[in-house]
Nanobody, 124 residues
Framework: QVQLIESGGGLVQAGGSLRLSCAASGRTFGGYAMAWFRQAPGKEREFVAA????????NYIDSVKGRFTISRDNAESTVSLQMNSLKPEDTAIYYC?????????????????WGQGTQVTVSS
């Protein structure tokens, strides 16, 4: 059973930074893509960033490009999301996800395993 546990959320002022981490267990980590999604109150869950199995290919939603960086450590079975220049509109619950593909896919239907989420709140 794949388990994903996120950490690193919190409250930060606009312009600040946070680093989210996700620890994976239950299967070989290195063969599969990892992704971060987020869901703000009253909105649908949206894709944020994804990284392929090797860490060599990434995808980002346009609104976070240049501010967020996704990375992975296959030896430690972790994926991270470094978030800089945070804005109030980044406020959401952030979820780590993985599936059965090795590619950095954008659509949520590619991801079958989800963490419980971690709250990120950016104050103005």
């Amino acid at each position: 059973q794949v388990q994903l546990i996120e950490s690193g959320g919190g409250l930060v002022q606009a312009g600040g930074s946070l680093r989210l981490s996700c620890a994976a267990s239950g299967r070989t980590f290195g063969g599969y893509a990892m992704a971060w999604f987020r869901q703000a109150p009253g909105k649908e869950r949206e894709f944020v960033a994804a990284i392929d199995w090797s860490g060599g290919s990434t995808n980002y939603i346009d609104s976070v490009k240049g501010r967020f960086t996704i990375s992975r450590d296959n030896a430690e079975s972790t994926v991270s999301l470094q978030m800089n220049s945070l804005k109030p509109e980044d406020t959401a619950i952030y979820y780590c996800a993985t599936g059965t593909s090795s590619y950095a896919n954008i659509g949520p239907h590619h991801y079958h395993y989800w963490g419980q989420g971690t709250q990120v709140t950016v104050s103005s």
